[in-house]
């Protein structure tokens, strides 16, 4: 367990650049640790030191939600929300601690002991239930687990001396293919690439095909020769390590078990585009793993693989940070990563220009997440055959799955391109299954009939999100908590997607409490098909992916739910009007509005 220590917790941000406004965002992350919130005379110091508005930094402060500008409590809890976990029974684990504690969900207790409430998915849909005390993940949560929270929480125990077993996180992997069954030998791929060079090294990457983990699938090795060869006095190399799509946590167990071969990717990046200064932005519910990776980095630095004179050559200088994250779904789009790096709210540029000619601070700059860097130093050591052996022709290599929901083995896969959804259900012993969500919340869902799709950029591309739905689960909630989940996450920037996540939400509502109609149904095809279009970012281009394909392969769990086939207002303006009637006295025609809806 890490020490709720923000000394020891904080990453290596160079703070010491004390008038940086870049570093603005990692200072209130470390006044929310210290103080549970940022204080006022604190916002004006930053105001004054950093040159910045107290309006900029409120709000900066009221985008991230780990950041709260009037205190929380002194055991500050967060249940993870995702549907995954509520299938597991956490809203009434976290109703119990509330009976058990005296507070309300989403309140703070007036004796500022516990502040309780829910969050986002914080990446443990393996080991759900699970929530966050003060930053640190618990897991596997019980009523028996619950209890013995609520007794802690009472007795005023420091969260240091909690039982190490509450925090356990397993790095456990349920199948492994090439990547995750090759022995990795730390710096063999630095030292590959010194002795053949950086055009080999790209030649090699483009040879194997490797292409984007997260989803896109655009080719590596031409994302890291654009930016070689954007003139610049500085390139720099970013890990996005903000695994924030629901149902996702394969980088989670990639940053638990193999650093290593993530910063080895890192700095083979660095080499072939110049850069000397790589970040890792770690999302915040994974602060768990800040000490263990600060370790690694150190052991590298130690043993000639990061740092000065890489492995002897005087003109390989590179080092990498970590820098947190606060709790904001949007920053894992790359431009809003970047925002977010320089101190600001997360909210995504417009493109062109991208990172790679104009990114962070204005240079060019390299941004793949944890999954691409591990296979790119992988393909390095072992060779571009290795990589090729399995896979497809369009989609060489392997996939990475976090594997939850209504299975019986859920965790960690390792798959090649072009395995089916089929093969992958027998795999992790799903039966019964009704449908899969396939990429997350911003994915797809597939309904059995298209279960010999197969995981592909060519067919179904994916970031590793795979979660499974039995016969025996009411798909409407699981589209509903993605949709809620996405008017949550909304940057708000572009009125599409404000406006528009609020209005599937309350069109949603509608549907399940069977006041809905088919033209509501056709105002929700119409609602989501203008916010793919017209949104500013792919947040709001994907936020009705699961209303959209929930209406065109579901259309039943919609239909079973509708009052009727005319229209119901969601507004009846003449029943408004008895009030005014009882007082007058009148009941008469002329006292209706013939119609009254609206």
């Known amino acids: 367990m890490v020490e709720d220590n923000p000394k020891q917790t904080m990453p290596d941000m160079h703070i010491d650049q004390e008038n940086d406004p870049s570093t603005l965002l990692q200072r209130l992350i470390k006044l929310q640790q210290s103080s549970r919130y940022i204080p006022d005379e604190a916002i004006n110091h930053l105001a004054e030191s950093l040159d910045l508005s107290r309006a900029f930094i409120l709000g900066v402060i009221q985008f991230y939600s780990f950041l709260h500008s009037s205190p929380r ?38 004796d500022q002991r516990i502040s309780l409430d829910y969050t986002s998915c914080i990446g443990m849909g393996d080991q759900g239930p699970a929530a966050l005390v003060n930053g640190q993940t618990i897991t596997r949560l019980t009523p028996e687990r619950i209890d013995q929270l609520a007794t802690l929480i009472e007795q005023a125990v420091p969260l240091d001396n909690w039982p190490t077993e509450l925090f356990q996180v397993s790095a456990d992997v349920k199948r492994r293919d090439i990547v995750l069954n090759s022995n990795y030998v730390p710096g063999a791929a630095i030292l590959r690439c010194q002795e053949e060079g950086t055009e080999e090294l790209l030649n090699r990457l483009e040879q194997a095909g490797l292409r984007g983990c997260g989803g896109a699938g655009f080719s590596t090795a031409r994302k890291w020769q654009l930016c070689a060869t954007t003139q610049a006095i500085e390139h720099y190399v970013i890990c996005n390590a903000d695994e924030g799509e629901p149902g996702t946590f394969k980088d989670r167990y990639l940053l638990q078990a193999h650093a290593d071969r993530l910063f080895e990717g890192m700095t083979l990046c660095a080499a072939a585009i110049g850069a000397t200064r790589g970040i890792l932005y770690l999302r915040g519910e994974y602060r768990y793993l800040l000490e263990s990776l600060q370790r690694t980095l150190q052991q590298r630095r130690g043993n000639s693989l990061l740092g000065h004179a890489i492995l002897g050559q005087d003109d390989f200088n590179f080092d990498i940070t970590i820098q947190m994250g606060a709790g904001a779904y949007i920053c894992g789009e790359e431009s ?10 997360g909210i995504p540029d417009v493109r062109p220009p991208f990172p790679v000619t104009r990114g962070y601070q204005g240079m060019p700059t390299v941004v793949n997440n944890v999954e691409t860097f591990i296979n790119a130093a992988m393909i390095i050591q072992q060779g571009t055959g290795w990589y090729r052996s399995v896979g497809t022709t369009q989609s060489p290599g392997t996939k990475l799955l976090s594997i939850s929901g209504d299975c019986g083995q859920p965790g960690i896969y390792e798959f090649p391109f072009g395995t089916s959804i089929n093969d992958i259900l027998v795999a992790c012993q799903a039966h019964h299954t009704q449908a899969v969500q396939v990429g997350g919340a911003a994915g797809h869902l597939i309904p059995p ?11 179904l591309a994916t970031g590793g999100s795979f979660m499974v739905f039995n016969q025996g689960r009411e798909l409407l909630k699981a589209i509903d908590n993605f949709t809620r989940f996405f008017r949550h996450e909304s940057c708000g920037f572009c009125t599409p997607c404000r406006v528009g996540t609020s209005l599937l939400v309350k069109q949603l509502e509608k549907v399940m409490v069977g006041h809905a109609t088919i033209r509501d149904l056709d105002e929700l095809g119409t609602l989501g098909n203008l916010m793919r279009q017209t949104s500013h970012c792919g947040l709001g281009h994907t936020a009705a992916n699961p209303v959209l394909d929930g209406l065109q392969k579901f259309p039943g769990i919609f239909q079973s739910r509708l009052r009727s086939t005319s229209f119901e207002p969601a507004f009846d303006l003449d029943a408004s009007l008895e009030e005014a009637r009882t007082l007058t006295g009148r009941s008469d025609s002329g006292a209706h509005l013939e119609g009254g809806g609206v």
């Open 73 to 110: 409590g002194e055991y500050d809890i967060l249940f993870s929300d995702n549907i995954t976990d509520q299938m597991q029974g956490s809203r009434l684990l976290a109703e119990r601690l509330s009976r058990h504690l005296g507070v309300r969900v989403g309140q703070t207790r007036d």
């Open 336 to 345: 809003a990563l970047i925002e977010s790096l320089e101190g600001r709210r």
């Open 449 to 459: 009939a298209e279960f010999n799709r197969t995981l592909a950029f060519e067919d």
